[in-house]
C-alpha cells in the first residue's frame, strides 16, 4: 500500500451510539435489522424479463453493482416473490431505474396497486431514469432471497432532467439535485479504498 492510501485510514474515537443506548452484541430482531437497513437509502427500479412471450416485472431496491471488469450487477428477489420462479427460465433481463415522477410504476410492479393497471413495459421501460441489458450469469441461495448476478451487455440513458425516484425509511423520497459535493473517484484505485472503522 502506498503513502496516501496509508494516509486514508483512520481509526475513529470510541463512543456510544449517538442515540444514547449501548450497541448490543445480541443479534438484532428482524425489525430492528430492517430499519436499520431502511437507513441505506437506495434508488428504486424496475426488473423486467421475458419468458414464453410474455414480460414479466418486478419492483426492487436490492440492486447493486458487482464488477466493472467484467461488468457485473446483481439483484436479489424475495424466494417467496412470483417473480422467482421465472429466473430459472430466464435467460435476459433489464434493470430499469426510475424517474422521481415514475413512483406509480414502482407501487404496480410491488403488487400493491389499486387503480386499472398502467402499460407494462417491454424489455426497456419507457420513460425511466437509465436501464441496463443484461444476461443471466448465476444464481446463488441467499437466505430467504436469491443473488442472481448479471452480465452487462448494453446500457440507456434517459433525457434530461435526470431525477431518481429514492426510498429510504419505506417511504418514497426526491432528491434536490442543487445540494451535493464531489466525491473521490475509487473506480480505477489499485491500492485499498477509503477506509474509516468504528469502535464502541
Not at 10 to 31: D, H, M, Q, V, Y
Request: glycine share 6%; hydrophobic share 40%; with cysteine.
Amino acid at each position: 500500500m502506498n503513502s496516501s492510501a496509508r494516509g486514508a485510514t483512520r481509526r475513529l474515537p470510541r463512543r456510544r451510539a449517538e442515540s444514547g443506548r449501548p450497541l448490543s452484541s445480541a443479534a438484532p430482531s428482524p425489525k430492528a435489522f430492517r430499519e436499520t437497513l431502511g437507513l441505506f437509502a437506495t434508488g428504486v427500479s424496475v426488473i423486467a424479463t421475458e419468458v414464453d412471450g410474455q414480460t414479466h416485472a418486478m419492483t426492487a431496491n436490492a440492486v447493486s453493482s458487482l464488477s466493472l471488469d467484467p461488468m457485473l450487477v446483481l439483484f436479489c428477489p424475495a424466494k417467496r416473490a412470483r417473480f422467482s420462479q421465472l429466473v430459472p427460465r430466464a435467460s435476459g433481463f433489464s434493470i430499469n431505474f426510475l424517474r422521481e415522477e415514475q413512483e406509480a410504476l414502482s407501487t404496480y410492479f410491488a403488487g400493491v396497486w389499486k387503480d386499472p393497471a398502467p402499460p407494462r413495459p417491454r424489455v426497456v421501460l419507457e420513460g425511466c431514469l437509465a436501464s441496463l441489458i443484461c444476461g443471466k450469469r448465476d444464481v446463488h441461495d441467499a437466505g430467504d432471497h436469491w443473488l442472481v448476478t448479471l452480465e452487462v451487455r448494453a446500457v440507456h440513458r434517459g433525457i434530461e432532467p435526470l431525477k431518481p425516484l429514492l426510498f429510504y425509511r419505506g417511504k418514497y423520497r426526491r432528491m434536490d439535485a442543487k445540494d451535493g459535493a464531489a466525491a473521490p473517484d475509487i473506480a480505477n484505485t489499485a491500492d485499498e479504498p477509503v477506509q474509516m472503522y468504528y469502535h464502541d
